[in-house]
């Protein structure tokens, strides 16, 4: 690898205020503030099972809920990765993970298509997990979908418990994402028959 893929966002709004520093090819390390205890530990087994770094430092409105801090944080992961990716040249651009979390059986999908997209096909089963709002994950995805322009397909296949529901998409976004964006020796420039991605 000729640079280092990293990237480091800050971001300010009315409603939040967030600095984050994302390691593509890292060591699972993480330094989480984030205000919102779930999302925290989504983040950590994020990293840890994707081969990130990341820290993030985010203070928001969490007096009102956690839908801006959780839609803010994941615009500025979007950003980071966008970034840290930088041409794409020799990226395998595509992933798919399942991951099993007791009972529940998680699948991710990615292609680093520059076209945005999300398909979330899950029942989760309780509106909230601690004081986490479950359709909040419905927005994370989304916004890193959207920042990031990737193609994100998450299927749950089944599964009772919330949080285990949770964990397994995260986890399965973690690997999925690993792979789309590791560099294979074997691609040459950007792998898309079009010239670009
Ligand atoms: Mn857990």
Same mark, same amino acid.
């Given at each position: 690898m000729d640079r280092e893929r990293s990237a480091r966002i800050e971001r300010k709004t009315g409603e939040t205020d967030i600095k984050l520093e994302f390691g593509m !090819? @890292?060591?699972g390390l993480s330094s989480l503030e984030t205000g919102v205890p779930f999302l925290t530990h989504m983040l950590d087994l994020f990293t840890k099972h994707g081969q990130f770094n990341l820290i993030v430092d985010a203070k928001g409105d969490i007096e009102v809920d956690d839908h801006h801090t959780t839609e803010d944080i994941a615009i500025c992961l979007g950003q980071a990765i966008v970034e840290a990716l930088g !041409? $794409?040249? @020799? *990226?395998?651009r595509y992933g798919n993970a399942f991951v099993p979390m007791d009972d529940a059986l998680a699948q991710v999908v990615i292609d680093l298509s520059n076209r945005p997209h999300l398909e979330l096909r899950a029942?989760? /089963? &309780?509106? $909230?997990v601690g004081t986490f709002d479950t359709e909040l994950v419905h927005e994370f995805l989304w916004k890193l979908a959207l920042e990031t322009r990737m193609n994100l397909h998450v299927i +749950?296949?089944? @599964?009772?418990n919330t949080h285990h529901i949770i964990e397994a998409i995260f986890k399965a976004l973690a690997r999925a994402l690993d792979e789309a964006t590791t560099i294979d020796?074997? *691609? $040459? @420039? +950007? /792998? &898309?028959t079009k010239g670009m991605l």
């Open positions: !090819d @890292g060591e !041409d $794409k040249k @020799g *990226i395998k029942e989760l /089963p &309780s509106q $909230k +749950v296949h089944y @599964g009772q020796p074997r *691609i $040459k @420039g +950007v /792998p &898309s």
